[in-house]
């Protein structure tokens, strides 16, 4: 719904209280939704019952209907007892209709299509009005008032009933507001995985505070079947808490800009039969070179991309870069130091009782003001990930890759590939020395499998990308999750600006970009580039 309205679409959505006799906010997740652009636009309705016993008798007026649910979440009440009403009779056992016929029926269900029609009735005689404006003219206009006695026998309000008439009348006269507002969200998407057999976890509880200790969650959603999720949230940090019975919770902070989706990074989660402690033993490695770096500083913190508070425990590598450590079961964020090196961070999982290698970070060497570096990691599988650099030359576009590793421009080296890694982790480091003017772009591409266009391997990599600039992380792209391609266009630059795309195919086909900047032929130029990549010899 968060997306309809940033994509400039309106709504009403009319729900039924429940019949449980119970506070509406407990009867379903509509009901229970405290996001307030879409509140506006969701009208829950109660059950009322004529005074007089059906049929017989004069109208007296209205009382609540016994069953009807009640509550703050009620926005308004409709007949909704003995409604005629065409009627399914259907044998379960069978699973067939016996017969489609007319009866009478009694709930909520039976009172929202009445609210469902004076909606459509209104905004058949005021197209221009906004779902929440729809929802404000049937609310305001709604008379006779309800009341019951609850429990204790106290007189309780329930609300006013719905009156067509006047709504349609103030319908008329309405002067439309402006339909949608400004966007101010952005997306934040991700998956959930049991750290043990790598599946993805449905129905885990993704929890969203404005700041960890914070006693109201500001937002909720559940994992889809394949421990995938996708929450809408205005641009700021927040911290996500990932709950799921018979699991360990654990959590992640991150950033939503306005307008761009985040990919959170995977959040590996340890079921309670693996708590205690796990060993968590990895590589850290050179960026440049991608050997093993002795002598460095890690710490650990609880949670992912937790840069600062307390730190749970230190390693230190040893002279071939390895460390070991022991750590509670959990997700964890190693921060990475040493002399003549950018602070780096990366993320480990501990599993109780196991031995959990590959755990394994990159750190690069301090570069010149300037200068831009752009490092590439995965996971074991797929072997072959490659680095794709596209950017401005004298004669179009280079194109810096593994059959091409170094761009030079009038003799002076501008852009080159370290390495070329075949056999899975990276890293593999672009460097900009020189940058011009002009739009830069770097792809991934997904070399195991260039030719199965049915792959998801390429979004089940782990991969990660990380961006410096001098002596600072500038900005870390995860890969997003269960995409199809072999193709990952991760970012544009120009000037000083990032632009993330985020899009995944099977061929580099420039369509997809997304940057308002991109020009016709610099799309052509860029797959053209790409035509017939010279074959490997990996052995």
């Not at 570096?373 to 596209?390: A, C, F, Q």
Request: glycine letters at 10%; a negative charge; hydrophobic letters at 30%.
């Amino acid at each position: 719904m968060k997306r309809l309205i940033n994509n400039g679409y309106d709504f009403i959505f009319v729900q039924s209280a429940g019949n449980y006799n119970i506070d509406a906010k407990y009867n379903n997740y509509m009901c229970s939704i405290n996001d307030g652009e879409i509140n506006k636009r969701i009208l829950i309705v109660g059950n009322v019952k004529n005074k007089v016993t059906w049929p017989l008798g004069n109208h007296k007026g209205y009382d609540k209907n016994v069953d009807s649910n009640y509550g703050d979440r009620v926005d308004i009440l409709a007949p909704g007892t003995n409604i005629f009403s065409t009627y399914t009779e259907y044998d379960v056992f069978s699973e067939q209709t016996i017969s489609d016929t007319y009866d009478f029926s009694t709930g909520t269900s039976m009172a929202a299509p009445h609210v469902a029609g004076v909606a459509a009735m209104v905004w058949a005689v005021n197209p221009d009005l906004t779902g929440k404006q729809v929802k404000n003219i049937i609310v305001g206009t709604a008379d006779r008032p309800v009341t019951y006695k609850n429990d204790e026998k106290e007189s309780v309000f329930f609300g006013n009933i719905l009156n067509a008439e006047a709504a349609v009348e103030r319908a008329i006269g309405e002067q439309a507001e402006e339909k949608i507002p400004p966007k101010t969200y952005g997306i934040l998407t991700g998956k959930v995985t049991d750290a043990v057999d790598k599946i993805g976890i449905e129905d885990a509880s993704v929890i969203v505070y404005k700041r960890k200790g914070d006693s109201n969650y500001y937002a909720f959603s559940s994992t889809y079947e394949d421990g995938s999720y996708e929450l809408y949230l205005e641009p700021g940090d927040y911290y996500i808490l990932i709950e799921k019975d018979g699991y360990i919770s654990t959590y992640a902070h991150t950033n939503v800009q306005e307008g761009l989706t985040t990919y959170n990074p995977e959040l590996k989660v340890i079921d309670e039969e693996h708590s205690g402690k796990g060993t968590v033993t990895g590589v850290i490695t050179n960026a440049l070179d991608g050997r093993g770096v002795e002598g460095l500083t890690i710490k650990f913190r609880e949670g992912i991309n937790t840069t600062s508070g307390e730190v749970v425990k230190e390693a230190t590598t040893d002279s071939y870069g390895i460390y070991e450590v022991q750590l509670d079961a959990g997700s964890y964020t190693g921060e990475i130091s040493g002399e003549g090196f950018i602070t780096a961070y990366f993320y480990a999982v501990s599993i109780g009782g196991l031995f959990n290698n590959g755990q394994n970070g990159v750190i690069s060497p301090i570069i010149p003001e300037g200068q831009t570096r752009i490092v590439l990691t995965w996971g074991e599988y797929p072997r072959d990930l490659d680095s794709h650099l596209t950017g401005p030359s004298v004669n179009g576009r280079f194109h810096v890759y593994y059959g091409n590793k170094t761009y030079y421009q009038d003799g002076e080296k501008y852009v080159d590939l370290d390495r070329d890694d075949v056999s899975s982790y990276g890293p593999e480091t672009t460097t900009i020395y020189n940058q011009t003017e002009g739009l830069y772009r770097f792809y991934i591409h997904d070399y195991t499998n260039r030719n199965n266009t049915g792959s998801k391997n390429l979004s089940l990599s782990g991969a990660e990308v990380r961006v410096y600039l001098g002596s600072n992380l500038i900005a870390v792209f995860s890969v997003p999750s269960d995409e199809v391609g072999t193709v990952w266009t991760v970012f544009e630059i120009e000037g000083d600006r990032i632009i993330p795309v985020n899009t995944f195919s099977n061929e580099l086909n420039l369509n997809n970009i997304r940057s308002l900047n991109t020009m016709d032929k610099m799309r052509t130029e860029d797959m053209e580039l790409f035509l017939d990549l010279p074959e490997k010899n990996i052995e």
